[in-house]
Nanobody, 123 residues
Framework: QVHLVESGGGLVQAGGSLRLSCTASGNIFSINAMGWYRQAPGKQRELVAAITSGGNTNYADSVKGRFTISRDNAKNTVWLQMNNLKPEDAAVYSC?????????????????WGQGTLVTVSS
């Protein structure tokens, strides 16, 4: 089994910063894309940022210039540095990863989600 464990959410004032982390553990052969999504109450889940194993990144327009995604492939960890937070950034942030696992000679790619971490931004 493979698990994603997140940490780093919390309450911050507008203009402040938070750093989220997500670590994958378990039967891991490879990890392709990793990303962060968020869902605010009454809204659909949206992609915040994603990063490939080669380091290519993609950001939602609303967070460009404020958020930075990074990863350490050796540690199976992805981070999301969030600066200049705004009240509209408040949401449950969830980590997502495409994880390859070996079962004998068979490679299976799993689309995994973390448990979610709450980010609250006060105005």
């Amino acid at each position: 089994q493979v698990h994603l464990v997140e940490s780093g959410g919390g309450l911050v004032q507008a203009g402040g910063s938070l750093r989220l982390s997500c670590t994958a553990s378990g039967n891991i052969f490879s990890i392709n894309a990793m990303g962060w999504y968020r869902q605010a109450p009454g809204k659909q889940r949206e992609l915040v940022a994603a990063i490939t194993s080669g380091g290519n990144t993609n950001y939602a327009d609303s967070v460009k210039g404020r958020f930075t995604i990074s990863r350490d492939n050796a540690k199976n960890t992805v981070w999301l540095q969030m600066n200049n937070l705004k009240p509209e950034d408040a949401a449950v942030y969830s980590c997502n990863a495409e994880v390859g696992t070996l079962h004998g000679d068979i490679l299976r790619v799993l689309d995994l989600w973390g448990q979610g971490t709450l980010v609250t931004v006060s105005s």
